[in-house]
């Protein structure tokens, strides 16, 4: 997936541009957001080659530009009538903004990676093809069903599961040993969780903390976290049709006292800000011992730690449970019938299982078809390093990422106000009365 906190200013262009308010968060950017096209020129036909803008964000740390350059020219060899033209827009909000824009201009892209919750936003924009008829029911029944759910909206598919993920807890092998943890062992439950973090807590003669047990961010997706500490207690927070949210039921109270007091009583995790782009960058350096991020990650930590770590499911309450998130394919409407065309081509071929696999193993993200895991490339390249099975194993206890209509503006209300409470300006309860509240009043008029 996914994510750091937007400027205010970036979410007023993006309010303007999607004809809202407010926006959802943005993730760290990386590359230019200059065009890049591919490499490899079309073989000469008669035929003009058909040209594909391709737009992309790039999210997580890692060679991500590079990838999608080698494969847009991959491609051209395969179909030389087709050229893909990657062009990078920054962040997932930054590259949001660019499409909403290009649409209103009636200048949209060919095809683009946005988030998967960016489907009522789009939905609203009347900018996106349906896909339901332009791939067999085989097709998508190869993806993970846990994938499919932010794809849809009722029976219709809108956009194809690509760069995706689910948040799992990266542990610091060595420095459990060091505190007189079990490094096989990591923390299967709230309790243990707390209790493995105190120890993992670590002062000087001053007092002053050195190293942290936890980190969860809690900035741009600090929404996302809750959601899963909510699906661990027992319950999501959105419906399927993305016109209701619980923000104010028990088990999400339940959840976010949890998650201050992580900070603020319990002293295992720093108070107040922990932006999303430093978490992994605390966790490699080895000021924390454990963190909770998206598995996009795992590439970067692999190539980046100088210790011994793992990856584990997130610890249950009442049970085990993660949202979903990362980045689906969309295909524009207001495009010529001959690039629709060759779009999905270009989607078909993104999502052959030898692509799926390497894609997974070079960037850290989902596979996101059953079959990838089925290759030789995936299964030998778990065998080597287990740790790239967990978010996949995962997928049974996950559920949709928080979308609804207006996303922007009640993503950004509810991260507003959770910010609010892990800075103690807030009280739980509060802050998610508040949530429904505003919510409630912005999603009223898509109930009808």
């Known amino acids: 997936m996914k994510r750091a906190l937007m400027t205010l200013s970036a979410l007023a262009l993006l309010g303007t541009a999607c004809g809202q308010t407010g926006s959802a968060p943005q993730s760290p950017a990386q590359g230019s957001s200059a065009a890049a096209p591919a490499s490899v020129e079309p073989a000469k036909t008669s035929d003009k080659p058909v040209e594909l803008q391709f737009m992309f964000p790039v999210a997580v740390g890692g060679p991500i530009t590079k990838l999608i350059d080698q494969l847009a020219a991959d491609f051209t060899k395969e179909n030389p009538n087709i050229i ?127 190293q942290w047990g936890v980190e969860i961010p809690s900035t741009g997706y600090q929404y996302w976290m809750l959601q899963a500490l909510s699906l661990q207690t027992g319950t999501n927070i959105v419906s399927n049709d993305g016109k209701n949210v619980y923000f104010n039921k028990p088990e999400v109270l339940e959840s976010l006292q949890f998650y201050a007091d992580l900070g603020r009583k319990d002293k295992v995790m720093p108070e107040g800000t922990l932006e999303w782009a430093t978490v992994p960058s605390d966790f490699i350096s080895g000021k924390t011992a454990m963190m909770y991020h998206t598995t996009g990650n795992l590439t970067k930590v692999k190539t980046d730690a100088k210790f011994d770590f793992g990856v584990a499911m997130l610890p249950a309450n009442k049970k085990f449970g993660s949202p979903t998130g990362g980045g689906n394919l969309y295909v524009f409407k207001n495009i010529p019938e001959e690039r629709k065309k060759a779009a999905v081509k270009f989607i078909e071929f993104l999502t052959t299982p030898d692509r799926v696999a390497q894609w997974s193993i070079d960037t850290g993200y989902v596979g996101t078809t059953k079959a990838a895991y089925e290759t030789d490339k995936l299964k030998n390249y778990i065998k080597d390093f287990p740790q790239a099975a967990v978010a996949r ?56």
């Open 84 to 210: 893909v033209k990657p062009v990078y827009g920054g962040s997932y909000q930054d590259t949001m903004t660019k499409v909403a824009t290009a649409v209103q201009g009636n200048n949209s892209p060919d095809l683009a990676v946005l988030l998967s919750t960016d489907l009522y936003s789009l939905l609203q924009m009347n900018a996106i093809e349906d896909l339901t008829p332009r791939f067999s029911k085989e097709y998508f029944g190869g993806f993970y069903e846990a994938f499919m759910g932010n794809t849809k909206s009722g029976d219709t598919v809108w956009s194809v599961p690509f760069q995706r993920s689910t948040i799992v807890m990266y542990y610091n092998k060595d420095l459990f040993k060091k505190a007189g943890l079990d490094p096989e062992k990591p923390p299967k439950n709230w309790t243990e969780l707390k209790e493995a973090a105190s120890k993992l807590t670590v002062k000087d003669g001053s007092g002053k903390v050195t």
């Open 393 to 448: 194993d995962q997928l049974q206890y996950a559920d949709i990422e928080l979308s609804t209509y207006q996303n922007g503006q009640v993503t950004k209300l509810f991260n507003d106000n959770i910010q609010a409470v892990l800075l103690g300006q807030m009280s739980p309860k509060d802050a998610l009365d508040k949530s429904q509240q505003q919510a409630d009043d912005i999603l009223k008029n898509f109930r009808k």
